[in-house]
T-cell receptor, first 115, second 108 residues
């Protein structure tokens, strides 16, 4: 099946630093990728939709200057958490949609801990 | 926005017992997808239902889509410890709108 690679799997950083998370579709092209955040024991909440070659679409309440998304190619989207704070600590998961199947394939997730 | 409500939030069963999780919407769903997330893992696609009244089976898992396309269920027959995890329903539109999930624990 389709594979989505997400890197890194875990990040521990100091407050105020920026963290970049990469999401790659390995065996299919993804014009659209999605970024989710999941807090412990909660569901996945959509943060933004990443569109190749254009600006990302952010969900209500998600700061676009805080969570920078770049989708420079058909196989790569990046999420940068700028000036991270402890409240940004969470599990961030990306997904890419295989258009022909209307199925989203998820990356393994990145667990961010901000000290 | 449209929401899918999922119940129960938690379910504990003895190995061998059956398990069902329900997904409900106040509006008609164009489709419903089901995902499983193991503890510490990421969601894995299980199935998509599109047609009214559709029933699909995957081994011990039975998925149903209501006639009115406003509800769906996932039933697991004779649970095993490997079934442990959180099961999410989601409507696939431009993006996935997830239900809150049902976390299943199984004791042997």
């Amino acid at each position: 099946g389709a594979v989505v690679s997400q890197h890194p799997s875990r990040v521990i950083c100091k407050s105020g630093t920026s963290v970049k998370i990469e999401c790659r579709s390995l065996d299919f092209q993804a014009t659209t990728m999605f970024w989710y955040r999941q807090f412990p024991k909660q569901s996945l909440m959509l943060m933004a939709t990443s569109n190749e070659g254009s600006k990302a679409t952010y969900e209500q309440g998600v700061e676009k200057d805080k969570f920078l998304i770049n989708h420079a190619s058909l196989t790569l989207s990046t999420l940068t958490v700028t000036s991270a704070h402890p409240e940004d600590s969470s599990f961030y998961i990306c997904s890419a949609i295989a258009v022909a199947k209307n199925i989203q394939y998820f990356g393994a997730g990145t667990r961010l801990s901000v000290l | 926005g449209q929401q899918v409500m999922q119940i129960p939030q938690y379910q504990h069963v003895q190995e061998g017992e059956d398990f069902t999780t329900y997904c409900n919407s106040s509006t008609t769903l164009s489709n419903i997808q089901w995902y499983k997330q193991r503890p510490g893992g990421h969601p894995v696609f299980l199935i998509q239902l599109v047609k009214s009244g559709e029933v699909k089976k995957q081994k011990r898992l039975t998925f149903q889509f209501g006639e009115a396309k406003k509800n769906s269920s996932l039933h697991i027959t004779a649970t095993q410890t490997t079934d442990v995890g959180t099961y999410f329903c989601a409507q696939a539109g431009t993006a996935l709108i997830f239900g809150k999930g049902t976390t299943l624990s199984v004791s042997s």
